[in-house]
């Protein structure tokens, strides 16, 4: 087999990978999602961030709930209150696996959510030859780190999307409050001066009598 050939074998297994299924979604109450494990012994990687709550004057760390759960039902993992998390875990069983997330809050959640996993295929007509093994590893490592960092990459990207809006949010309240307590001044400053002209015409007033 020539170097063209290795090549284009390399290139087939890159094709394996399947991309990030990368959401950004609104809940309300509940939204449950599906993603196909379609091999035994996969690891599924996930991620959530919520990203933002919809109520400008309204900020808390309250979370929502994710339970995911196998093809038969079977529950995998439940995960409470929380507002980013990060896990991964061996498909037991192919098949369809649900992501149910549940938000507790009176307010619209926005969370980016996060599901991939890679299949490594490996076409052995001459695989097994010791000359060729060593590639094959080396193209599957390969292939693992850039499935690492672009999850990663778009968990980070999430977390910071996250806290540029809180701090959008705490400086817009922050704003606003300061506008309030200087309209309150103003308006406690005009009652004053309201109050002490009426008792110095009072006082002249009883005065003059």
Known sequence: MGLLGLLMMGFVVLCQMKGSAGLRIVIDREECFSHDAKYEGDTVHVSFVVIKIDSSWHYTQDGVDLVVKGPSGEQLHDIRDKTSEKF?????????????FTNKSPYHETIDFDVHSAHFTYYDEHAKDEHFKPLFEQIQKLEEAIFNIQFEQHW???ETDRQAILNEGMSRRATH?????????????FLQVFLLKRLFERKLGSSRV
């Open 88 to 100: 991964e875990f061996v498909v037991q069983k192919a098949g369809v696996h649900h992501f149910c």
């Open 156 to 158: 980070l990207e999430a």
């Open 177 to 189: 409050k300061a506008m309030f307590e200087s309209a309150a001044l103003i308006g406690t400053s």
